[in-house]
């Protein structure tokens, strides 16, 4: 690999949305790298000339329904020009996007982070899926970039990726756009999400907080992810004759629709996923369970720790331990600004006047910075 493929310029076609702001802050503060954007319906940004003509690596991050005609309309002005240059996109469906970037004559990855642009500066903890297509002379720096995002990578090829996608993505969405549609039927009748969610389960409030998530987010997306996939017909239409199953099997009412109830939609889906994953899988939900009730207690604070060293929860810790001051739950997350914090649950019944000095020395100490706390504790 020669020597100007070490710190390259980076060219971002999509630089406007979310994730291509993130994936500039990424290059910028995380690699060092000069970044470039060009944004289509962006009269501020750079042209697409000037991305083709200063830049070593082009990273589209447009919608999905559009990425392959801007890919080819990039080919078309390069005219050549890319011969030497690294494309890449993270589009969550592969394989048009990387067909197209295989017409021009640079290398090529297709990309899909298996999230949201995050709060956090790097994809740790994140799958991150990798379709590589045409990489020869770029692949130690690929490598690099790879290590630098610090994401769970998974290998596939875009055609498996896409087959992949209907069931981890569309099918996903699909089941909860339609709860949320049961539920807007039910409203009139029942109330809102807000009069359900007394009454919640952990399964109720986790299906809850997915649908609210996609109805939070750019719509555009989901919908390209339906649309966009060739794969999501035959999924919605297996989905739809399992739904017509259970239906069929509740209707029937005797002990013939419930042995086939258990038979089809317990029996065969147990034995399908195996011992070991609904064993993990089940751990998994009581975790998540767990953290449901912790969050949910009422008496908690949220604080943010500026000096990201060794010692310093032990600080805040010890702040407790001196005031004599019971701690039931720990966890740490991030707030909507990208800052982590610790959120520490306590006993319902302490008293406030024994919490109340506790966090006067957060503050007074310099230890960290208090974000939320429970009423009855302001």
């Avoid at 030497?84 to 004559?105: F, G, R, Y």
């Avoid at 990798?130 to 770029?138: I, S």
């Avoid at 009069?195 to 390209?224: G, W």
Wanted: aromatic content about 6%; charged content about 20%.
């Amino acid at each position: 690999m020669s020597t100007e493929h070490t710190s390259p310029h980076i060219g971002l076609v999509g630089s406007e949305g979310a994730y291509g702001r993130w994936l500039r802050r990424f290059f910028e503060q995380r690699m060092g790298l000069q970044v470039l954007g060009a944004d289509p319906g962006h009269v501020d940004t750079q042209t697409p000339e000037a991305l083709i003509e200063h830049c070593q690596v082009l990273l589209f991050c447009t919608p999905i329904r559009h990425t392959p005609a801007i890919i080819t309309d990039y080919i078309e002005r390069a005219a050549g020009r890319e011969k030497h240059q690294l494309w890449l996109d993270i589009t969550s469906v592969k394989n048009e996007p990387v067909a197209a970037m295989l017409h021009s004559q640079a290398e090529v990855v297709g990309l899909h982070p298996m999230t949201a642009a995050p709060k956090a500066p790097t994809l740790k903890g994140r799958v991150l899926v990798v379709c590589e297509a045409r990489l020869q002379y770029w692949r130690a720096w690929f490598e690099t970039f790879l290590a630098a995002l610090q994401a769970q990578c998974v290998a596939s090829t875009p055609e498996r990726h896409d087959h992949i996608m209907a069931l981890v993505q569309a099918m996903v969405h699909a089941t909860h756009l339609a709860q949320g549609g049961v539920l807007r039927e039910y409203a009139e009748e029942l109330g809102g999400l807000d009069a359900l969610l007394p009454f919640r389960s952990a399964s109720f409030e986790l299906d809850s907080a997915i649908l609210s998530r996609i109805l939070a987010m750019n719509p555009a997306i989901y919908e390209d992810i339906q649309f966009g996939n060739p794969h999501v017909i035959p999924m919605l239409e297996r989905l739809q004759t399992q739904l017509a199953e259970l239906k069929t099997s509740v209707e029937r009412n005797d002990d013939t629709g419930r042995a086939a109830f258990r038979r089809q939609f317990l029996d065969a889906a147990r034995e399908t996923l195996g011992e070991t994953a609904v064993a993990a899988g089940n751990y998994s939900f009581e975790r998540v369970g767990y953290l449901l009730a912790d969050l949910a207690g009422e008496r908690s604070i949220s604080v943010h720790l500026p000096e990201d060293q060794p010692g310093s929860l032990r600080r805040l810790l010890h702040v407790f331990e001196r005031h004599n001051v019971n701690i039931t739950s720990i966890h740490s997350s991030r707030t909507p600004a990208g800052e982590v914090h610790f959120r520490l649950g306590f006993e319902s019944d302490v008293d406030a006047g024994r919490i109340a000095p506790a966090l006067a020395a957060i503050v007074d100490e310099d230890i960290g910075r208090l974000l939320e706390r429970s009423t009855d504790l302001c």
